[in-house]
């Protein structure tokens, strides 16, 4: 096994953890009392994001590791795990209202809107790098920066709607 293929493997095996953290969060959320916000465009995130996985395990996974690239990689698993941790029972993979529960404002909340989203979009473009397959990385970024123009419209709205806030002062 190469290690290209090992990372991919260890890629996977996180992304499958989360969306079983994911499931268990939002079925939880729903018991008390939150609803998703824009649901219809989930299917398209998976989409990119299953399509992004099956290009770098395609192209990638002969590959050499470019080591910059790979330590800047595990930095942003760092912030990943800082997200999550700070958002707890209350992350997930949708977009969850839950309107009895104030915005998350501590961690890295108190520095960027959506800090879940800005990793995402790092690891995207940083990944593919460590691949040496930039075509990949900029592709990926633009499909995944259309989708994610389309949720976080989505979310802006339904937190400020649920908090009576113009949507520029939502967060999530």
Not at 27 to 49: D, K, M, Q, S, T
Not at 125 to 132: A, T, Y
Request: hydrophobic share 55%.
């Amino acid at each position: 096994m190469s290690p290209a293929e090992i990372l991919l493997l260890a890629v996977v095996a996180q992304r499958l953890g989360e969306l079983v953290l994911a499931r268990r969060n939002t079925a939880r959320l729903r018991a008390r009392g939150a609803f998703e916000i824009a649901p219809r465009h989930y299917p398209l995130i998976v989409a990119v994001h299953a399509a992004w996985l099956l290009s770098l395990w395609l192209f990638g996974r002969d590959q050499p590791l470019h080591i910059i690239a790979l330590l800047v990689y595990v930095a942003l698993q760092g912030f990943r795990v800082w997200v999550m941790g700070t958002l707890g029972a209350r992350w997930t993979t949708r977009i969850m209202v839950l309107p009895a529960e104030p915005l998350v404002t501590k961690g890295p909340y108190r520095f960027i809107s959506h800090p879940n989203y800005a990793v995402v979009s790092a690891e995207i473009m940083v990944l593919p790098l460590v691949l040496g397959l930039p075509l990949v990385a900029v592709i990926f970024s633009i499909l995944n920066a259309v989708v994610l123009a389309v949720r976080i419209r989505a979310e802006n709205t339904a937190l400020a709607d649920c908090r009576g806030l113009p949507a520029a002062h939502a967060q999530g």
